[in-house]
């Protein structure tokens, strides 16, 4: 079982910026993929990003394609979501996954693994 730990998160102004980590207690697997979702009160969730192992082949959501970046470390088994220029509409809870083939992928259901989820709140 792989736990998954997202953190960074909180309260920022409209342009502004945040760096979600998402630090994983063990690889999924030899290939693998991590992603960001995220959901907002009452609404669906969204894709946000995803990427390979090898750090390549990276999906963004149309919503933040050009504001955020999504990055790994295989060293510290951790996943970044560098995001910026930051909007109101992106105020969700944020949610990193790991799935345990070869990817990346868009869909909620490829994923095996959650985490808790971290709060994104951006004022305007």
């Known amino acids: 079982q792989v736990q998954l730990v997202e953190s960074g998160g909180g309260l920022v102004e409209r342009g502004g910026s945040l760096k979600l980590s998402c630090v994983a207690s063990a690889r999924p697997a030899t290939t693998y993929a991590m992603g960001w979702f995220r959901q907002a009160p009452g609404k669906k969730q969204e894709f946000v990003a995803a990427?390979?192992?090898?750090?390549?082949?990276?999906l963004y959501g149309d919503s933040v394609r050009g504001r955020f970046t999504i990055s790994i470390d295989n060293a510290k088994n951790t996943v970044y979501l560098q995001m910026n220029k930051l909007k109101p509409e992106d105020t969700a809870v944020y949610y990193c996954?790991?799935?345990?083939?070869?990817?990346?992928?868009?869909?909620?259901?490829?994923?095996?693994?959650w985490g808790q989820g971290t709060q994104v709140t951006v004022s305007s």
């Open positions: 990427v390979s192992y090898t750090g390549g082949g990276a």
């Open positions: 996954a790991a799935g345990s083939r070869s990817g990346p992928y868009l869909v909620p259901s490829d994923y095996d693994y």
